[in-house]
């Protein structure tokens, strides 16, 4: 994982709520399924699943992250 998507995971681990993690994940997916447009962008996809998985433990588990 880039050193971007964990500096942003520990931003969002430590600023926003464990039950607003998984919509802000759900946000960053949605955006990055309209990566066309030139604010938002497909870089958005692997960033939305990152944080959802914070709050997801299958997908944790799936990713191969340990459940902590």
């Known amino acids: 994982m880039s050193?971007?998507?964990?500096?942003f995971q520990a931003w969002v681990r430590l600023k926003v709520p464990n039950g607003f993690r998984?919509?802000?994940g759900l946000l960053l997916i949605a955006?990055?399924?309209v990566?066309?447009?030139p604010v938002v962008g497909f870089w958005m996809?692997?960033?939305g699943v990152a944080v959802?998985?914070?709050?997801v433990?299958?997908?944790k588990r799936?990713?191969?992250?340990?459940?902590k």
């Open 62 to 67: 799936k990713l191969g992250w340990s459940s």
């Open 3 to 7: 050193r971007r998507i964990r500096r």
């Open 57 to 59: 433990r299958w997908l």
């Open 45 to 47: 996809l692997p960033l």
């Open 22 to 24: 998984f919509g802000l």
């Open 52 to 55: 959802a998985a914070m709050d």
């Open 31 to 33: 955006g990055g399924l």
């Open 35 to 37: 990566g066309f447009l």
